[in-house]
Nanobody, 124 residues
Framework: QVQLVESGGGLVQAGGSLRLSCAAS????????MGWFRQAPGKEREFVAT????????YYATSVKGRFTTSRDNTKNTVFLQMNSLKPEDTAVYYC?????????????????WGQGTQVTVSS
């Protein structure tokens, strides 16, 4: 069983930055691809970013490419989402998720474990 705990959310003005962290339990973290998803009120959960188990491959949603960067520290069982140039439309609950396999995915139902989410609010 893997437990994921996100942190780092908050309120920020448009154009600002936030860094989300997701701490994972379990000894197989380095074998797990990780993903970030978000869900705004009244909308479906959407893919944001994914990173392979080694950290060597990353993919981003078009809406965040060039503004968001995901990375991981396998020595600390933690994955990060650096969010720059934030926009009001980035407002959502952000979730990290883990797969039981190395490979990245942008499909939510291919993830096996989920965190509880952290709120990000961007004011205009």
């Amino acid at each position: 069983q893997v437990q994921l705990v996100e942190s780092g959310g908050g309120l920020v003005q448009a154009g600002g930055s936030l860094r989300l962290s997701c701490a994972a339990s379990g000894r197989t973290f380095s074998r797990s691809a990780m993903g970030w998803f978000r869900q705004a009120p009244g909308k479906e959960r959407e893919f944001v970013a994914t990173i392979s188990g080694s950290g060597g491959s990353t993919y981003y949603a078009t809406s965040v490419k060039g503004r968001f960067t995901t990375s991981r520290d396998n020595t600390k069982n933690t994955v990060f989402l650096q969010m720059n140039s934030l926009k009001p439309e980035d407002t959502a609950v952000y979730y990290c998720a883990a797969r039981r396999t190395y490979g990245t995915s942008w499909t939510a139902n291919e993830y096996d474990y989920w965190g509880q989410g952290t709120q990000v609010t961007v004011s205009s």
